[in-house]
């Protein structure tokens, strides 16, 4: 019974980390797009260098730091938010998120072989990867679902909106092609 009770809870928990593996995969290629934009490339080819001349303690270093002026970002976020600045709370908040996934994927694809050195911090990681998959194998049945409620026939308002959003979530995917 208490399992029957939990299960709502546990696809949320699911689907929000695989919400946030899919930002993790997506927006290291952008990422790493904007860097290449950047006329930098010995700065870049400098930092990959270094990486690879840190011990994997130091590595961790490089990975995290990185990290900690977003954090401020967030407490201005909190502070919009409580002061009811809706728009630019969420605005900023979203773009600290995106700017943090990104940032973060990009560098944990530099420094994830001096990382993985770390038997501790190789055992995090592949508890990560085992939880993907099992969000991956929760969620499974639902999304299926939802293909064939868009694929079916059914003229209901769910199935012409389910429809709409696969449209959307097309042209959206030809159109990040395309950049």
């Known amino acids: 019974m208490l399992r029957?009770?939990?299960q709502p809870f546990w696809v949320l928990l699911a689907i929000i980390f695989l919400i946030e593996a899919w930002l993790w995969d997506h927006l290291e290629p952008i990422v790493a797009r904007a860097v290449a934009w950047i006329p930098l490339r010995a700065l870049k080819q400098?930092?990959?260098d270094r990486v690879d001349s840190l011990s994997p303690a130091m590595t961790l270093i490089v990975f995290v730091v990185p990290l900690i002026p977003l954090f401020?970002?967030?407490l201005v976020g909190l502070w919009?938010?409580?002061n009811q600045y809706w728009f630019s709370a969420v605005s900023l908040i979203l773009f600290a998120k995106f700017l943090g996934v990104g940032v973060t994927a990009f560098l944990f694809d530099v420094t994830r072989s001096k990382l993985?050195?770390?038997p501790?911090?190789?055992a995090l990681y592949n508890y990560v990867?085992?939880?993907r998959a099992k969000a991956n194998a929760l969620v499974d049945p639902i999304k299926r679902r939802i293909r064939e409620m868009i694929a079916g026939d059914g003229e209901g308002w769910t199935a012409r909106t389910l429809r709409l959003i696969a449209r959307?979530?097309?042209s959206v995917h030809q159109t990040s092609k395309v950049l």
Request: hydrophobic share 70%; aromatic share 16%.
């Open 4 to 6: 029957r009770l939990l």
């Open 46 to 48: 400098w930092l990959a």
């Open 72 to 74: 401020p970002l967030k």
């Open 80 to 82: 919009l938010l409580a």
């Open 116 to 118: 993985l050195e770390m």
């Open 120 to 122: 501790w911090f190789e």
């Open 129 to 131: 990867m085992a939880l």
């Open 168 to 170: 959307f979530r097309k």
